[in-house]
């Protein structure tokens, strides 16, 4: 669930925007395609995680490439994460402020958002994922009843031509989200938590469908609804999809009741992502306790968000983000198994055997 | 992660261990309970529900000058009890450059915060329709609190004179408008032109929209009815700043009233010309967007027999010609079918003839195809040649039958010419199914 939760919670509020004008009516098969990349990940992910149950990343990358290098590399993943923070709490602030909280100050809820992701943070992944098995039903629930109250301002014909601009611009576009999808990489930093090791692969490729599926059905809906060009025009079209949404004249507005639901799986997200950042970094300087990171590493990252200062610059970086870091979710956990495999090679046995 | 594998190891074991973490801890606890002591008594940023106006009807045109004049009908609920105090509304009405700038103007002659999440209709004057909706829907789309399931009308009336409406069975012409809308969709007399309908379509070069159209007409006469309402009356006009859509002529009060019928055809923001109620239906069922339509079939060869008939069902298909031939050239010229099926329903018959025979009811069922498709003839005529817009959704049907590059670089810029040199043919056939609970109508005897 934290994977599926990590995987769309932000992402699906703006993708059907980025991925429309690429891919056009496609854009869902895009985002298809995206989560088979997405379960690839996963699966190097849960071998990774299978071959030093024990370990978390950065510890990993010391044992396989020796100290310097595996520094270099926890610090390239505290930085993934950190962007991926940064990104995800300036993509969901301007969408609550834009779209309902007019008049509040964006650092008024940047604040809140890093109070909570903060406090989470300090209570640990246990308590993350316990919270999560409760909101993540309720939003799904909300997503399900947004669907079936959407049925009949669906238009399934603007879903043809199903190639939509080509082959090419759908692989482009599948790209594109596969660097959502590849947010998966972050559970590297808490995947040793786990009691029951032996299915991680499975584990994590579940959550990866799972966000994948919500992110086809809500870019499915967005083009169903409001057309590629409507797609392409609006901000944010999630929430527009949501707004044209009324069941007769007694639900209207329904908007705001499942932005407050979809906002609590975004603190989610980014608790889990601001708490694999601090513990990586608390693994990089080696500190006994991550927590101490918590306070400085919140203010730099509600700083760092508010350097996009409006929703142009936000979806820019956002742009650049799902351009490049899709090669980094690929070929981090790719780099880690091929390293794990080589050092078994060389020392016979597991890799756990050789320390 | 599955629910099998959320067992966690407990990683918070040293959690508030240290004595002046656990002081940070309360401290930073009251400190929370502080902030949202106020903060959820709205202490901050309350705005009290006494300082909101809720717009219930919106309306735009152009002055003679080139402003754009907004109307918006607010509620004004009343603290007594229902009925004592006739204060149903305020009307008020600003000019600007812009949309923006109406509102603005607005917000001054106002004692209460503009609220426009309630906003039911949407009134759209001829004269800025004619001109293009754009600024309407730039400034309304980028709003937060505009409802998006909110009625779009076009009229050719005075905006104002249509809000300026009391209805005897509505007083507010904004909810008057509202519930006539609900009714008048479901018998196809106007299209379902929502704000995210014409939003959505607007931009498809193949998909025009059509929306609703309001017009005042004048209902019957009524005598005066004495002071008392009289002075009630002007009690409203202080209110509404206008006579409640009465004029006075000696003893005789003339009433308007309000009409919805017919539809506005659109070619991208523009209002193009004006389409009946039947043409609407027809539009309604080309399009498969037809709830039900009733209309007197007049029987051939008698002296003025009619039989009622409903269409309950129908479902329409666009035959369009073979994928290599939709191209820029191939599709000028070239020939697309309308098909119509479905049933229809007697409602009444005023005829000898009594359609209870199978040649009977298979001549009925072809004279009310026969009906139909020369309507919908006429109606692509117009379409074609006087408004010149695809309100058929023939480019869409063509949108999704070619690649979407084909389709925007070499189709839709020239959509609107190629579709005027279009051969379009309806062919419908319905069938006559149900007769009504008698077959035969009664005749007394003297």
Redesign the interface.
């Known amino acids: 669930m934290l994977v599926a939760v990590i995987v769309f919670s932000t992402g699906f509020l703006a993708a059907a925007r980025l991925l429309t004008p690429v891919a056009g009516t496609a854009a869902w098969i895009s985002v298809l395609l995206g989560g088979v990349i997405g379960l690839v990940i996963a699966w190097l992910v849960g071998s990774v995680s299978s071959a030093f149950p024990e370990q978390n990343l950065v510890k990993i990358a010391e044992d396989i490439f020796g100290k310097p290098f595996g520094k270099v590399i926890g610090l390239t993943f505290a930085l993934y994460c950190t962007v991926v923070v940064v990104l995800g709490t300036r993509e969901f602030v301007l969408a609550i402020s834009i779209s309902f909280l007019e008049r509040t100050p964006f650092y008024v809820t940047t604040a809140v958002f890093f109070i909570l992701a903060s406090y989470a943070a300090y209570l640990g992944i246990e308590a993350i994922a316990r919270v999560c098995f409760i909101f993540f039903g309720v939003v799904i629930i909300s997503i399900a009843i947004l669907g079936v109250f959407a049925i009949p301002v669906l238009v399934p014909g603007r879903l043809l031509p199903l190639a939509g601009r080509g082959v090419i611009p759908i692989m482009r576009a599948a790209l594109l989200t596969a660097s959502y999808t590849g947010e998966a990489i972050v559970s590297l930093a808490f995947l040793r938590h786990l009691k029951d090791k032996r299915h991680v692969s499975r584990a994590v490729g579940t959550g990866v469908a799972i966000g994948t599926a919500i992110m086809a059905m809500t870019v499915a809906y967005g083009i169903m609804m409001l057309g590629t060009g409507g797609i392409s025009r609006v901000t944010y079209p999630a929430v527009e999809t949501a707004r044209m949404v009324g069941a007769g004249e007694f639900l209207e507005r329904g908007e705001i009741l499942f932005l407050a639901l979809w906002f609590s799986v975004a603190i989610l997200k980014l608790a889990s992502v601001f708490y694999a950042a601090i513990t990586a970094i608390a693994d990089l300087l080696n500190l006994d306790n991550y927590r101490r990171l918590i306070l400085p590493f919140g203010i730099i990252s509600m700083v760092l968000s508010s350097i996009p200062a409006n929703v142009a610059q936000s979806f820019a970086a956002v742009e650049h983000f799902l351009k490049y870091t899709v090669w980094y979710a690929i070929a981090l956990p790719a780099l880690l198994l091929i390293g794990a495999r080589m050092l078994r090679h060389e020392k016979g046995g597991t890799p756990d055997d050789s320390r | 992660?599955?629910?099998?594998?959320?067992?966690?190891?407990?990683?918070?074991s040293?959690?508030g261990s240290h004595p002046l973490g656990r002081r940070l801890t309360v401290a930073a606890c009251v400190l929370c309970v502080v902030i949202l002591v106020f903060a959820l008594g709205g202490c901050w940023?309350a705005r009290d529900i006494d300082h909101i106006g809720f717009i219930m009807g919106m309306g735009v045109d152009e002055s003679d000058d080139g402003k754009i004049v907004v109307w918006v009908q607010m509620a004004l609920p009343s603290s007594g009890p229902e009925g004592a105090a006739n204060t149903p509304a305020w009307l008020g009405s600003a000019a600007g450059n812009t949309m923006m700038d109406a509102m603005s103007a607005l917000r001054m002659k106002s004692a209460k915060t503009l609220f426009r999440?309630h906003v039911k209709v949407l009134v759209i004057g001829e004269k800025i329709a004619r001109k293009g909706l754009t600024p309407i829907l730039d400034y309304l789309a980028r709003d937060?609190q505009f409802?998006?399931?909110s009625w779009v009308l076009v009229t050719s009336d005075p905006v104002g004179k249509i809000f300026e409406v009391e209805a005897d069975q509505e007083n507010m012409a904004s909810s008057y408008i509202n519930l006539m809308m609900r009714h008048a969709t479901l018998s196809s007399v106007a299209p379902q032109s929502r704000f995210?309908d014409l939003?959505?379509?607007a931009?498809?070069p193949g998909?025009q929209p059509v929306l609703a159209r309001v017009s005042l007409v004048k209902s019957e006469p009524e005598e005066e009815e004495g002071e008392q309402d009289e002075a009630q009356q002007g009690v409203w006009g202080q209110r509404t700043g206008n006579e409640g859509g009465k004029g006075k002529k000696g003893d005789v009060e003339t009433k308007s009233d309000i009409e919805i019928s017919g539809s506005a055809a659109l070619h991208g923001d523009l209002v193009v010309g004006w389409l009946d109620p039947v043409q609407t239906a027809m539009v309604l069922m080309a399009r498969n967007r037809l709830k039900e339509y009733s209309f007197l079939h007049m029987v051939p060869g008698t002296e003025g027999d009619t039989v009622g008939v409903k269409v309950l069902h129908s479902r329409a298909t666009i035959e369009l010609p073979p994928r290599h031939k939709m191209t820029r050239t191939g599709l000028r010229g070239a020939e697309v079918r309308i098909r119509v099926t479905g049933c229809a329903y007697i409602e009444e018959v005023m005829s000898e003839e009594q359609f209870v025979s199978i040649e009977a009811d298979r001549n009925l069922s072809r004279g009310v195809s026969d009906q139909i498709e020369a309507e919908m003839e006429s109606l692509i005529e117009i379409a074609q040649n006087r408004l010149g817009t695809d309100i058929f959704g023939i480019g869409?049907a063509v949108?999704?039958?070619?690649?979407?590059?084909a389709w925007e670089e070499e189709i839709a810029p020239i959509w609107r010419d190629i579709f005027k040199e279009i051969k379009i043919i309806p062919e419908v056939s319905l069938k006559v199914e149900r007769q009504g609970t008698t077959m035969t109508s009664p005749r007394p005897q003297a």
């Open positions: 992660m599955t629910a099998d594998n959320m067992d966690y190891v407990d990683v918070s040293d959690h940023d999440g937060s409802r998006y399931n995210r939003l959505s379509t931009a498809e998909d869409e949108r999704r039958r070619i690649s979407s590059d």
